[in-house]
């Protein structure tokens, strides 16, 4: 099915201007709505201070650390708090819990994110969703620089739940954009670009922290730069063909895909094709997945029928035979019988032999005609579908368009692997926000650091893109090595006193394998799911994985840091066993219908 859908939207192109473009604009997209998660070091943990301690010695642009805090009241004057940090301006820098929930409100909102998406996703379009949730977007990061007080602190969470919200909510839906417009071969390349705008996300925005200075006026930046992007949106982007294809919405893909050829320069092209029989075969055959199964259901229906009115015609047959037995036998018995009745008798018997011979002949007219009836109505139906090419709708609607959420649950084909990648997806999001906001405990200058591991996390993404489209390691292949990698690396963490440029190089790795272990669960998750069902599932699987998202802030605040690297090495332990129980999707088209997995 995959590939028939694919050869529609080729006609438009799939390699070309458009699809490039579009890259571009999600890549840019991306480099703003991942800015809330980017930016929690540098508003939630560890500020930079200037103090005097008890012997009256001033310390400048010193880290106000935990340790620090527990010899601060009494012995420590904070002379000045820079405004660059929530917990400097709202004077929350020694409560472990407060500061915890920056961290925590944002992936909260990220998870209502997932939840609002899985929901409006079957409602509206992609395109739809990428507008209201831009200029939402925009509104809550304005209305979050209006707040300067710690009265009003929970109001300033509130905002980054929506913040956190529908930043997901852009993501996720660019994301199935950018991968339903292109070839099967260059999608997991694109999600491993797209990927890179996260990367590029955390250097622009370090950079703005490091030479700015001041939180507000960073969001300014954000807030810019996003209205640009949604211009870009609603100007240049169209909606997936793929969604109204399978909505057997045709209207509305004929009108996006002309949209698309004639982006590519390609329109005249896609016009003339439209007359071509391939395409229209194509069309039939993607627009009659569920009329096939309509017309067996009736010709089932009607066989039954036939066959219930053979029987009853046998039964009248058989009736008949019996009285003219009957009458025989009287006959011969009569006394009056004579050869006129004998005759009679005979003639009426061959008469009625004559008739069965006729009703049998007659039925096997009447299946003739049947026959030819069908033929002519097919004849009708593939006239009708060339005439009126992806306009008419379906009048049945198939029991795989009332598929849902729980479905999910429902179908055994798709219930484990829902499940497990559930799974994955907590521990995957846990350890790679963890390392990041951990991120101020790294050896060195903190900017310096930052900047470094969001440089290491673009490559990974690129590397990334390039190895799991390798067939011999495919998708499983990459996480259970990095899996592995990362593993080792946190248990030397954890355990081992390292020399500071060992230590850093291991902190390095981890958030390498962290981000290619995270690029890949975005391939591999849209890859393994249904068409019909592929966003809700997805959704669902990102809801369960900010749930890990919330646990890191506050397991890096109340664990001490060795245990808080063991518990995260122990998960992704975890992780690379489960892999066991999920296939592998490497070179494989999309699934499009429930069917396809064998359920």
């Known amino acids: 099915m995959d590939e028939k859908i694919e050869k529609v939207i080729a006609l438009a192109g799939n390699q070309n201007r458009y699809q490039y473009f579009t890259l571009f604009v999600i890549v840019f997209l991306w480099i703003n709505c991942n800015f809330i998660s980017i930016i929690i070091p540098f508003i939630e943990r560890e500020p930079l201070i200037n103090y005097k301690d008890n012997d009256g010695e001033y310390h400048t642009n010193v880290t106000l650390t935990h340790e620090i805090c527990e010899e601060y009241e009494g012995k420590y004057e904070i002379v000045e708090r820079f405004n660059y940090s929530w917990v400097s301006e709202f004077g929350i820098e020694c409560n472990k819990f407060e500061v915890s929930l920056i961290g925590s409100f944002v992936f909260i909102g990220n998870t209502a994110g997932g939840i609002i998406f899985s929901i409006i996703n079957k409602l509206i379009s992609h395109k739809k969703i990428l507008i209201i949730s831009s200029f939402v977007f925009c509104i809550a990061a304005f209305l979050n620089t209006l707040i300067n007080s710690f009265d009003y602190f929970y109001g300033a969470l509130t905002c980054l739940i929506f913040l956190g919200a529908f930043g997901n909510c852009l993501c996720y839906s660019s994301l199935v954009i950018a991968e339903e417009i292109v070839s099967s071969d260059k999608r997991s390349l694109f999600s491993s670009i797209i990927n890179v705008g996260y990367a590029l996300c955390g250097v622009l925005y370090s950079l703005a922290f490091y030479f700015v200075q001041n939180w507000r006026t960073v969001y300014y930046i954000l807030i810019g730069a996003s209205l640009f992007a949604l211009f870009l949106i609603w100007a240049f982007i169209y909606d997936s063909p793929r ?26 092209e896609f016009k003339e094709s439209l007359k071509q029989d391939e395409f229209q075969d194509i069309i039939s055959a993607i627009k009659g997945e569920e009329d096939v199964a309509v017309k067996k259901e009736d010709l089932e229906i009607n066989v039954k029928k036939e066959n219930e009115k053979i029987k009853d015609d046998e039964d009248k047959q058989n009736n008949i035979d019996n009285e003219n037995n009957n009458d025989s036998e009287n006959n011969k018995d009569s006394e009056n019988n004579d050869n006129e009745n004998i005759i009679e008798i005979k003639i009426e018997k061959k008469n009625e032999e004559e008739e069965k011979e006729e009703k049998e002949e007659n039925k096997e007219e009447d299946e003739n005609e049947k026959n030819d009836d069908d033929q002519e109505n097919n004849i009708l139906y593939e006239k009708r579908n060339q005439s009126e090419p992806l306009v008419q709708k379906s009048e049945r609607k198939s029991k795989i368009q009332d598929i849902n959420i729980w479905s999910l649950f429902k179908y055994k084909s798709i219930r484990y692997k829902f499940l497990i990648l559930n799974m994955l997806w907590v521990g995957t999001r846990a350890v790679f926000n963890g390392i990041a906001i951990s991120s101020k405990s790294f050896p060195g200058n903190f900017y310096f650091n930052i900047i470094i591991l969001y440089i290491v996390e673009s490559i990974s993404c690129a590397l990334t893109g390039i190895t799991i489209d390798i067939k011999k390691l495919g998708r499983k292949g990459n996480l259970w090595i990095m899996y592995f990698l990362i593993t080792g690396a946190l ?109």
């Open 243 to 268: 969604g109204y294809i399978n909505k057997k919405d045709f209207k509305n893909t004929i009108r996006i895909l002309e949209g698309i050829a004639a982006f590519n320069g390609k329109l005249e």
């Open 491 to 599: 248990l030397l963490l954890a355990f081992i006193d390292l020399d500071e440029t060992i230590e850093l190089s291991l902190n390095f790795l981890s958030r390498f394998c962290a981000a290619g272990i995270d690029v890949i669960y975005y391939t591999y998750s849209i890859e393994i799911y249904p068409t019909l069902v592929r966003s809700v599932a997805f959704g669902v699987n990102a809801t369960f994985g900010n749930g890990g998202s919330i646990i890191a802030p506050l397991l890096l605040e109340y664990l001490d840091y060795w245990l808080f690297l063991f518990v995260f090495a122990i998960v992704c332990f975890i992780n690379s066993f489960l892999l066991f129980f999920l296939p592998e999707t490497v070179g494989k088209p999309m699934i499009e219908t429930i069917e396809e997995l064998g359920d």
